[in-house]
Nanobody, 122 residues
């Protein structure tokens, strides 16, 4: 069983930065792919980024070049550095986990955190 807990959300002005963290309780954290999804009000949850067990990464086109996903296997934590934030980045951000290789499809993830709110003001 894997439990995930996000932190680091908040209110920021457009153009600003935030770093989200997701701490995992998993003895084999390094063997999991870790992903970030987000859900804006009135919209479906969408893929943001994933880091595979190998360290390889994939990003949604909407965040490419602005967001960076990384992991610290010693701390069982995955991060999402968000720069040049835009009002359209406003959403609840969720951390998710699945074994080894990540995908962009939320149905493929077995483990989810409770989410953290990110609000970007214009």
């Amino acid at each position: 069983q894997v439990q995930l807990g996000e932190s680091g959300g908040g209110l920021v002005q457009a153009g600003g930065s935030l770093r989200l963290s997701c701490a995992a309780t998993a003895r084999t954290f390094s063997s999991f792919a870790m992903a970030w999804f987000r859900q804006a009000p009135g919209k479906e949850r969408e893929f943001v980024a994933v880091i595979h067990w190998s360290g390889g990464t994939t990003y949604a086109d909407s965040v490419k070049g602005r967001f960076t996903i990384s992991r610290d296997n010693d701390k069982n934590t995955v991060y999402l550095q968000m720069n040049s934030l835009k009002p359209e980045d406003t959403a609840v951000y969720y951390c998710a986990a699945r074994p080894l290789i990540g995908t962009m499809t939320e149905a493929n993830y077995s483990y989810w955190g409770q989410g953290t709110q990110v609000t970007v003001s214009s």
